[in-house]
């Protein structure tokens, strides 16, 4: 089966079904890798605190870690405006190319990196470098992979072809789930603490090659070829950004805000807070977790299809006034401090993020033209990102010490949903027109 995706000079440009599994996969490969690793930092957070951070406060030692989590959010946005820009001259796959080799650098550090008791202040200080790296191909990955994907995909399954982007992320979620459980209930605690934690960074190095393989054998996208034959491709894309579309970019950051907010609370920060604040064991955390994930990323593409259907922005709505109303109630129940209340509230906050995350990619998408698609996602989502998503772990451990309520996590939820819910009021569904 073949499918019309573009027009290169004169020629259509047709893509077989094998073509479109491949771009799928190698468009989606990064970032299995990149939330796999990030994963595992959240899952592994308090083990990382006690190794990397002096004795004495926990609560200090842990906000000292959500802190250096945070802080590779920071270079996203560096990283958007070096590898956005490379991305619209050049191709999305050579920058597709060079975010796998850095975030493969990155992962192997934490992995290797020796212990606050063995280095001193070399040892936050080199996770510190470690996560910058990261986060610095981050920055390059998402915007990336969304054009990616999405200039790969017919018209009418852009909802479908987008979502694969965040079925991606929630099976790097998912696998670092898995490591994670199975490190955690097959070791003692002696060893999981002294090195099964780097066996789960280490393992993320083979992510980073099959990446790097299958985005070096694809062709660019599409569009990107079509613009290029064209001699359209623009030469400066951050100022033709700044300059033609600042209201789309102020929109993307908006647009961000719920989404990354909810996101990692639901998947990264609630292991460590069911542990933490509930007292519920970390087996049980993560066996949770792992649930959830399965059913998250089933929902994806489901969802993703949808909203071919339906359209983006009815779904971004009920995302948002989900969060809106139910994240509090959600997280009480959670307290209730039993097996099966820690699991259908996740279960109602996955669905909910389901609904942002499927239509999401293809949403933000089509409202850049392919000229300068990739450097606008990339800047608009990860300042979006770095603001608010990679700091929400710290925020809602902060806010609990703060105020001494172990619901207080939800208030910032809520804000975040109720501003992007009157972002997404000016915005306009663009899911039945052609990418520009």
């Avoid at 920058?95 to 936050?124: D, E, H, K, R, S």
């Avoid at 069911?274 to 593409?301: C, D, E, Q, Y």
Wanted: aromatic fraction near 12%.
């Amino acid at each position: 089966m073949t499918t019309v995706v573009g027009v290169e000079g004169k020629h259509v440009i047709m893509q077989d079904g094998k073509t479109v599994r491949k771009a799928i996969v190698a468009g989606s490969i990064g970032n299995v890798m990149e939330w796999y690793d990030w994963s595992i930092y959240g899952f592994f957070a308090s083990t990382i605190s006690k190794h990397f951070f002096p004795d004495g406060n926990s609560v200090a030692a842990l906000l000292s870690t959500f802190l250096v989590f945070a802080l590779g959010f920071v270079m996203r946005p560096l990283g958007s405006l070096v590898f956005g820009p490379y991305g619209d001259k050049v191709g999305r796959r050579k920058a597709l190319a060079m975010a796998v080799i850095l975030m493969a650098i990155g992962t192997f550090m934490i992995g290797v990196i020796p212990t606050y008791q063995q280095i001193g202040n070399a040892a936050p200080i080199l996770l510190v470098v470690a996560r910058l790296i990261q986060g610095f191909s981050a920055g390059a990955e998402w915007g990336g992979s969304t054009s990616f994907l999405v200039e790969y995909a017919p018209r009418s399954k852009r909802g479908l072809y987008g979502s694969w982007q965040q079925f991606s992320t929630g099976a790097g979620l998912f696998f670092g789930s898995v490591v994670s459980t199975i490190l955690i209930t097959t070791l003692s605690p002696g060893a999981l603490d002294s090195w099964g934690w780097r066996v789960a960074f280490l393992i993320g190095i083979v992510l980073g090659a099959v990446g790097l393989y299958l985005r070096m054998k694809m062709e660019d996208t599409p569009k990107f070829r079509e613009v290029k034959e064209a001699a359209h491709v623009a030469k400066q894309p951050l100022k033709e950004m700044v300059t033609k579309h600042p209201l789309q970019v102020l929109q993307a950051i908006g647009f961000t805000i719920s989404w990354t907010v909810s996101y990692y609370i639901t998947f990264t920060y609630l292991p460590t807070y069911i542990k933490t604040v509930v007292h519920m064991s970390f087996g049980a955390a993560m066996a949770s977790n792992l649930i959830i994930l399965t059913f998250f990323i089933i929902l994806i593409p489901l969802v993703g299809a949808l909203s071919d259907r339906v359209g983006r922005k009815k779904l971004l709505m009920l995302s948002c006034a989900g969060f809106a109303v139910l994240a509090y109630p959600m997280f009480l129940l959670i307290n209730q401090g039993s097996f099966v209340m820690i699991l259908i509230p996740q279960f109602v906050l996955a669905l909910f993020e389901a609904f942002f995350a499927a239509p999401g990619p293809a949403a933000l998408a089509e409202i850049f033209p392919t000229r300068v698609r990739n450097s606008s996602l990339s800047v608009g989502y990860n300042i979006g990102v770095a603001l608010f998503g990679g700091t929400a772990p710290m925020i809602a451990t902060y806010l609990i010490s703060a105020t001494h309520s172990k619901l207080s996590p939800t208030y910032y939820v809520i804000g975040c949903a109720i501003v992007t819910f009157f972002v997404l009021m000016g915005m306009k569904d663009r899911y039945r027109e052609e990418l520009d």
